[in-house]
C-alpha cells in the first residue's frame, strides 16, 4: 500500500507557492477597498470563533479607512 502521506512533487515546491501567494497578497494590499473588505470580514470570522481579532488585521483596516 503506497503512503497516504502528501509529499510534493518536483513541480510543486514550497518556494514557488509561497511566491505566488505573496505575489497576490501584493495586488490585493494595493487596493484600499479589496483590503478593507479582507480586514473586515477576517474581524467577523474572529468574532464568530470567539476569538480577540488580530492587532494588525484591526490597525490595517484603520489605515485602509484613512484612504
Known amino acids: 500500500m503506497k503512503n497516504s502521506a502528501w509529499t510534493p512533487d518536483r513541480n510543486s515546491s514550497p518556494c514557488t507557492s509561497r511566491s505566488r501567494a505573496h505575489r497576490g497578497l501584493a495586488r490585493v494590499a494595493s487596493d484600499p477597498e479589496t483590503v478593507r473588505d ?8 474572529y468574532g464568530e470563533l470567539g476569538l480577540p481579532a488580530a492587532e ?11 484612504s
Open 38 to 45: 479582507h480586514c473586515e470580514r477576517a474581524i467577523a470570522l
Open 56 to 66: 494588525h488585521t484591526e490597525a490595517e483596516l484603520a489605515k485602509s479607512s484613512l
